[in-house]
């Protein structure tokens, strides 16, 4: 079974960057599309990104899209999410996840992560 540790959240200032990452344990990683959701505090989670199990496609929030970029390597088994341009409205938990990436762009989660802390300050 697959297992996800995140990494890479803090404290940042609006406008500055930080890279999530997630390292993956288990031999089936490659197979699985990979998404980040993030919650914020009195709000649901919600859908950040997604990337299918080559790397090939990806879909994004359109709250997102254009300043994050997610990306996979699968030697390493590891994801990421680059964050740029940050925003006070981007703090929340980061959480990194396993799921089945559909053709229409759907992504369903089915494995997550403890998730890691994203702070960014106005």
């Known amino acids: 079974q697959v297992q996800l540790v995140e990494s890479g959240g803090g404290l940042v200032q609006a406008g500055g960057s930080l890279r999530l990452s997630c390292a993956a344990s288990g031999p089936t990683f490659s197979t699985y599309a990979m998404g980040w959701f993030r919650q914020a505090p009195g709000k649901e989670r919600e859908f950040v990104a997604t990337?299918?199990?080559?790397?090939?496609?990806?879909y994004y929030a359109d709250s997102v899209k254009g300043r994050f970029t997610i990306s996979r390597d699968n030697a390493k088994k590891m994801v990421y999410l680059q964050m740029n341009s940050l925003k006070p409205e981007d703090t929340a938990v980061y959480y990194c996840?396993?799921?089945?990436?559909?053709?229409?762009?759907?992504?369903?989660?089915?494995?997550w992560g403890q998730g890691t802390q994203v702070t960014v300050s106005s």
């Open positions: 996840n396993v799921g089945r990436l559909y053709s229409s762009g759907s992504y369903d989660p089915v494995l």
């Open positions: 990337i299918s199990w080559s790397g090939g496609s990806t």
